[in-house]
């Protein structure tokens, strides 16, 4: 996880997320919500984007949402002990 230093909020929040101490997340104007064992994203408007049964699946969903100059956002959400080659999408 690129940018993220030990005492940031940015690493506190990825590390509520992906042990599941955190029940949502906001990333830019985009919130993932713990819904039992499923994941929801919603926009800014609060609408319904899509429901994932994988947390990774849902940060996915968002990163692909943001402008490209937000996407570090999302990819600083995902767990510092994957490998690069695991984050890269097939």
Do not use: N
């Amino acid at each position: 996880m690129t940018g993220c230093q030990e005492d940031s909020a940015v690493t506190t929040l990825c590390t509520a997320i992906w042990t599941g101490a955190a029940c949502t997340v906001q990333i830019g104007d985009f919130r993932i919500i713990r819904r039992g064992r499923f994941w929801v994203v919603k926009d800014p408007a609060g609408s319904l984007v899509c429901v994932a049964v994988y947390k990774k699946g849902a940060l996915e969903v968002v990163r692909r949402l943001l402008p490209p100059e937000k996407r570090h956002l999302a990819d600083e959400m995902r767990p510092k002990h994957l490998p690069a080659s695991a984050r890269l999408s097939r």
